[in-house]
C-alpha cells in the first residue's frame, strides 16, 4: 500500500509539473500583454504619444522583459515554496488576495455538489437495481433523462424563482446581506451551509442523474454473478448479500471517477455562478482573460486543475482500498 | 452421524414430477420436465446430460437458487429430511423465509464450475469460508477462524494459515476448487451437490478433486449430487446414474447398469463418443445434430430428432412410459415398452 501511494503521489507531481507547463503556455497565448493593456487605459484618449521605449518601460516594471523559461521558473517556484501567484495588475494587489476567498467558496460548492450527488445517486442506484424493472425503477430512469436533458442555468432559474416566490429567500449569492462582510462565525458557516443547498442541488443534479445510472447498470451486473449465488447458497440473508458483495463492487465506477466529476462542477459552475450570483472562480477567470491579467488566470487554471488531479488520486487511492485487485496490477 | 445411519432405510432427497419453466421475452421455456429422483444418506447420485439438459437447474431449484423469473410448478415436490428428522418440501418455503436460510448451507451445500466467479474477488478466501462458518453454527468469529483454517487444511491446501488471508485470484484454479469444498464442507451439510465440479480444470487436478471428495464423503458421511457432462467422471464417483436429455430422464440404474449394460440409445451413443484406450485408431461416434431448442421441444420423446432407432409414429407421439429392467435400471424407451406389452 505504501509503495502505491508513493507511485501515485510522485505521478501526480508529475502531472502537476507538465500541468503548470501548459497553463504558462496557454497564459503566454494572448496576442499583447499586460502592459499594452495598462498604457491603452492609462493614455487612451489623452492623447498622448506612446512609443516602444515607453512600453518598454512598463514590460520591465511589470517584470513582464524577461524571457519566458525565466518567467515561468519565476513564477512556479513563488507558488511551490510561498504559495504566492504573483501579481494581480489589474486590481493592484496579489493574485492571493483577489483569488482568496473564491478558492474556499469555489472548493465548498465543489465539495458539497460532490457529496448531494453520492449521497442521492449511490443509494438510489443500488434501490433502482434490486428492484428493476418496478414503477419506482421506471420513475427513477425518467428523472435520470430529465437530469441529462435540462439544462442547468434554466434549472437554476426555476429554483431561483420557487424559492423568491413561496419561500421569500434569496438563494442568489453565498452570503446573507447581514453576514456578506461579518467576520467568520458558527452562524456565517451556517448560513453559507444554507446558501450552499440550492446550488449544489443545481450542479448535482445532471452527476446524480448520470451516476445514478452508473451505479444501477454496475449493480445490476453484480447481483447476477455467480458469487452472489455462492454466497446465497450459503445462506447468508437477502440484505446482508446485497450490501456486503454487489453493493460495494457498484460504487467502484462512482469511486474511479470522482475527477470527471469535479471537472464536470467547475465545467458548469460559471454558468450557474452567473445566475445565482455566486461569486466563484470562473468568471473571475473569465475577466482576467479580458484584460490580460495573466498571472490570475494562470492562478485559477492551476488550482482547478489541481483539484481535478488530486480528486483523480483521491478516486486512485479510495478504489485501491474498495478493490484489492487495483493494488495486484499495479504492483 | 450415528443417529443419521439409523434412518438410511429413508430417502434424504425425494424429488417428484419436477417441472421447471422461466418466463422469457420469447415466451414460457420448460427446462425440466417431470423429473424424479431420489438420493440416500451417504450415497452418489450422477446426473448426466449435455448443456441445456436441465441437469443444473433441476439441482439448483433443491436450493432455490433459480433466478426470479424461473416457475417451480405447483404439483412438482422436492421433499428433504433435515438433520432434525422433519421433512420439508422445499418448493413450498417462501422465499425469504428462515428456514430456508437454515437449508442452504446448514443442510445442503453447492459447489460451482467455475471456482474464480464463484469467490468474490474483493474478499479473502477465510472471510468467505468464515461467513459461512458464522451462518450455521453458533460460534465466536475467532473460532469460526479456526474452523475454516481447519477446513482449509483438510481440503490439502498447504499453509491453510497463509491461505485464509489471501485473495481468490491469488489462488490456482485447483486451489480455489479446493477452497470451494472447504467452503460446503465447513457448513456440515447432509447433502452436497457438485455441479460440474471438475469440469474447468486440467486432468490431473481433476483426478485430485475427485479423489479428495471420495475421501472426505467417506469421512464425513454426506450424500452428493455429481453433476457432470462427463460419463467418465461419472463413472468414478457414483453410485447410482440418471441420464438427462432436454429436461427429461431417459435412463436411470446403478452405475453398473448405466456404464455397462446401457439400454437406451441416447445412452449408448453418449458412452460410444468417449475415446478409449483399447480402441486406438478408430473413429469416435458423434451424436448427429443439435440438443433441439428449448423453445421448440418435440413432443413424445424429446431424443427422436436424433436417435438411430427410431420408431416413426410411435415415438414422435407420446413420451414412453418407465420399463424397469431389473430392480435398479429403469429407461424411458419405446424399444423396450413394446416387448413389455
Not at chain 1, 452508473?214 to 452472489?228: F, G, K, Y
Not at chain 2, 426470479?68 to 432434525?84: A, L, V
Not at chain 2, 469460508?129 to 481440503?155: F, P, T
Not at chain 2, 447410482?240 to 430422464?249: A, D, F, H, R, S
Amino acid at each position: 500500500m505504501i509503495k502505491f501511494l508513493v507511485q501515485r503521489t510522485l505521478g501526480m507531481i508529475v502531472t502537476m509539473f507538465f500541468v503548470s507547463i501548459m497553463v504558462f503556455i496557454i497564459m503566454e497565448l494572448p496576442p499583447g500583454d499586460y502592459a499594452e493593456r495598462w498604457a491603452f487605459r492609462k493614455f487612451s484618449g489623452t492623447g498622448a504619444q506612446i512609443t516602444q521605449a515607453d512600453l518598454d518601460n512598463i514590460r520591465a516594471n511589470f517584470g513582464l522583459d524577461r524571457p519566458a523559461p525565466e518567467r515561468y521558473f519565476k513564477w512556479i517556484s513563488n507558488i511551490v515554496l510561498h504559495g504566492d501567484f504573483g501579481e494581480a495588475f489589474a486590481f493592484q494587489t496579489s493574485v492571493n488576495n483577489v483569488i482568496g476567498q473564491k478558492i474556499w467558496l469555489t472548493l465548498a460548492i465543489l465539495f458539497s455538489t460532490l457529496i448531494v450527488t453520492y449521497i442521492i445517486s449511490i443509494p438510489v442506484g443500488m434501490y433502482a437495481a434490486v428492484r428493476r424493472n418496478s414503477l419506482e425503477d421506471y420513475a427513477l430512469t425518467v428523472f435520470s433523462y430529465l437530469g441529462f436533458a435540462l439544462p442547468n442555468f434554466l434549472l437554476a432559474l426555476i429554483l431561483l424563482y420557487i424559492s423568491i416566490t413561496y419561500f421569500d429567500t434569496s438563494v442568489g449569492g453565498l452570503f446573507s446581506p447581514d453576514y456578506a462582510d461579518a467576520p467568520w462565525s458558527m452562524d456565517k458557516a451556517l448560513d453559507l451551509l444554507s446558501h450552499l443547498v440550492v446550488p449544489a442541488i443545481i450542479l448535482a443534479w445532471s452527476a446524480t442523474a448520470f451516476q445514478l445510472q452508473t451505479v444501477r447498470a454496475t449493480m445490476l451486473d453484480e447481483l447476477n454473478t455467480l458469487s452472489v449465488t455462492a454466497a446465497r447458497a450459503r445462506g447468508v440473508p437477502e440484505w446482508k448479500l446485497l450490501l456486503k458483495y454487489p453493493a460495494r463492487l457498484a460504487i467502484n465506477p462512482v469511486v474511479s471517477t470522482i475527477g470527471f466529476d469535479a471537472n464536470r462542477i467547475f465545467s458548469e459552475l460559471p454558468i450557474v455562478a452567473l445566475v445565482l450570483g455566486l461569486p466563484e472562480l470562473g468568471q473571475l477567470l473569465l475577466k482576467s482573460y479580458l484584460d490580460l491579467d495573466m498571472f490570475v488566470a494562470g492562478a485559477i487554471l492551476l488550482i482547478l486543475t489541481f483539484m481535478i488531479v488530486f480528486m483523480n488520486f483521491l478516486s486512485d487511492i479510495f478504489l485501491a482500498i474498495l478493490d484489492p485487485r487495483v493494488k495486484l496490477i499495479e504492483g | 452421524m450415528e443417529n443419521i445411519k439409523e434412518k438410511t432405510d429413508d430417502n434424504l432427497l425425494e424429488v417428484k414430477n419436477l417441472k421447471i419453466s422461466f418466463k422469457t421475452d420469447e415466451g414460457i421455456i420448460t427446462a425440466v420436465d417431470g423429473v424424479n429422483f431420489t438420493v440416500k444418506h451417504g450415497e452418489t447420485l450422477g446426473i448426466v446430460g449435455e448443456s441445456g439438459s436441465g441437469k443444473s437447474v433441476s439441482t439448483w431449484s433443491i436450493m432455490r437458487l433459480l433466478p426470479k423469473n424461473s416457475i417451480i410448478d405447483k404439483k412438482s415436490s422436492i421433499r428433504f429430511r433435515k438433520k432434525d428428522g422433519k421433512v420439508v418440501d422445499i418448493t413450498k418455503l417462501k422465499a425469504r423465509s428462515k428456514e430456508l436460510r437454515k437449508i442452504r448451507g446448514g443442510e445442503v451445500a453447492l459447489i460451482f464450475q467455475e471456482p474464480m466467479s464463484s469467490f468474490s474477488p474483493v474478499y479473502t478466501i477465510g472471510n468467505q469460508i468464515s461467513e459461512a462458518v458464522l451462518q450455521h453454527r453458533d460460534v465466536s468469529k475467532e473460532e469460526a477462524q479456526e474452523i475454516a483454517i481447519d477446513m482449509l487444511d483438510r481440503v490439502g491446501i498447504a499453509n491453510p494459515r497463509q491461505r485464509f488471508k489471501q485473495y481468490p485470484f491469488e489462488l490456482s484454479g485447483g486451489m480455489r476448487q479446493r477452497a470451494m469444498i472447504a467452503v460446503a464442507l465447513s457448513m456440515n451439510p447432509a447433502l452436497l451437490i457438485a455441479d460440474e465440479p471438475t469440469t474447468s480444470l486440467d486432468v490431473t487436478i481433476q483426478a485430485q478433486i475427485l479423489e479428495l471428495m471420495n475421501e472426505l464423503q467417506e469421512e464425513l458421511g454426506m450424500a452428493i449430487i455429481f453433476i457432470t457432462h462427463n460419463l467418465g467422471v461419472i463413472a468414478q464417483v457414483a453410485d447410482k446414474i440418471e441420464v438427462m436429455y432436454l429436461g427429461k430422464i431417459l435412463e436411470r440404474g446403478t452405475t453398473k447398469d448405466i456404464i455397462q449394460n446401457p439400454q437406451h440409445p441416447y445412452t449408448q451413443a453418449l458412452l460410444k463418443a468417449i475415446p478409449r484406450l483399447d480402441h486406438i485408431g478408430e473413429r469416435l461416434n458423434a451424436i448427429s445434430g443439435d440438443i433441439p431448442s428449448p423453445l421448440s421441444r418435440p413432443t413424445g420423446c424429446p431424443f427422436y430428432t436424433r436417435c438411430e432407432k427410431v420408431i416413426p409414429g410411435i415415438c414422435d407421439v407420446k413420451m414412453p412410459n418407465p420399463t424397469k429392467l431389473s430392480d435398479t435400471h429403469t429407461v424411458y424407451c419405446f424399444l423396450y415398452e413394446e416387448k413389455n406389452v
